[in-house]
């Protein structure tokens, strides 16, 4: 009974695809002698699509669903057709699936940081890292651009060139965005929708889209985390002599508490020490002692100033030079007077401070009484 169990396998054909390793994008599903028999059923899942190549050359891509191979443009050369040939076809087909799901949470980030230009901190340097997710939405293109004849393709293979790809395109984003350091955690969703559509074009060459790109951290140099730190940390602190004193009276307290501490009482005496130190300063501007006398203001700066007659500049003059002048009548009221400050030439007697210079002159006095 052999032969008929080689008839009963030469009449059953199924061919499907059944993945559970997660990550691969490409199955060649595998005959000896790739010989498909007329009349095989192909089943493509949701989630596949199944390339035949026939004879080298890309014959129909299949989507989800059931499929009997028999339609002129599938081969048609089996076994049980070429008995002179010892039952092994000369036409040699291939079925390809491939996996049209989401491969998501694929990791990228800056290998080396990048150098751009911030408003406040001058020039930085940046890394980031995140996810992203893959689809291939043409598989026929992905088969010939990316996989070739690979029999098994998976998302390493093509990742790294992802990731270069990402890098790239983002560095050139974040140069150029403009976008202040301690506000870039705001616009990651912008920046990663403008990074997305960047690659888009590039990766839909091999087949490929870029359904989702996420950043999840920008971030500083250790150097740069740390000095921001320490500048919150001042923001927090507030009034740094009430810091101060807050420590000494901290220091205190824990010398009493440990009077052992460092040998001989010494703890006692430094606890004594620092809280002498803390009185005194509390003493200078404390609510217990009386704040030092403020220190006089300077003087205030005197003004001098320039005439205008004639269409010539005279001066400078000091205040006291012109009450002089205003004294003879070399000075009037109409006189243009110019000060460094002032809005342009004034009358002198339109200005405050020149003002005064021209007093009014007394009546004349009365006549003498007439003598009786």
């Known amino acids: 009974m052999p032969i008929f169990d080689f008839l009963k396998g030469e009449f059953i054909d199924v061919i499907e695809w059944l993945d559970s390793s997660n990550d691969t994008l490409v199955y060649r599903f595998e005959r000896h002698g790739n010989a498909i028999k007329y009349g095989a059923k192909l089943t493509v899942r949701e989630g596949q699509a199944a390339v035949m190549i026939h004879e080298g050359q890309l014959a129909d891509v299949f989507p989800p669903g059931l499929y009997m191979l028999e339609t002129n443009n599938m081969p048609i050369m089996t076994t049980l057709q070429h008995w002179d040939h010892g039952f092994k076809s000369p036409f040699l087909s291939e079925i390809y699936f491939v996996n049209t799901t989401r491969f998501q949470d694929l990791k990228w980030g800056t290998k080396n940081p990048i150098m751009c230009r911030d408003p406040e901190f001058g020039p930085v340097r940046l890394r980031a890292f995140g996810t992203y997710t893959i689809r291939v939405n043409d598989p026929a293109r992905f088969l010939q651009e990316i996989v070739g004849t690979d029999g098994e393709f998976t ?19 974040i140069a150029a965005s403009g976008i202040p350091v301690l506000d870039m955690a705001a616009n990651t969703d912008d920046l990663a929708k403008y990074v997305a559509a960047k690659i888009a074009p590039e990766i839909a060459e091999y087949g490929i889209e870029l359904p989702r790109l996420y950043i999840e951290n ?19 602190i507030g009034d740094l002599g009430r810091y101060t004193q807050f420590q000494a009276a901290e220091a205190m307290a824990e010398a009493a508490r440990n009077p052992g501490a460092g040998g001989g ?12 130190a803390m009185a005194q300063n509390l003493g200078q501007s404390g609510p217990w002692g009386a704040a030092p006398a403020a220190a006089p203001p300077p ?22 030079a012109l009450g002089r002048m205003a004294s003879d009548g070399s000075l009037s009221r109409e006189t243009l007077v110019w000060t460094a400050g002032q809005d342009g030439w004034k009358p002198a007697g339109d200005v405050m401070e020149l003002a005064q210079l021209f007093t009014v002159m007394p009546p004349p006095p009365p006549p003498p009484p007439l003598a009786e």
Do not use: C
Request: charged share 20%; proline share 6%.
């Open 155 to 173: 998302t390493d293979e093509i990742s790294y060139q992802i990731r270069n790809t990402i890098v790239s395109r983002f560095s050139a984003a």
């Open 218 to 236: 920008i971030s500083l140099p250790a150097a740069v985390e740390e000095a921001m730190d320490k500048r919150t940390s001042m923001g927090v």
């Open 265 to 276: 009482g010494m703890g006692a005496g430094l606890g004594m020490g620092m809280g002498m």
């Open 299 to 320: 003087p205030p700066v005197e003004h001098v100033w320039h005439i205008a007659e004639n269409g010539a500049t005279k001066g400078p003059f000091s205040k006291a």
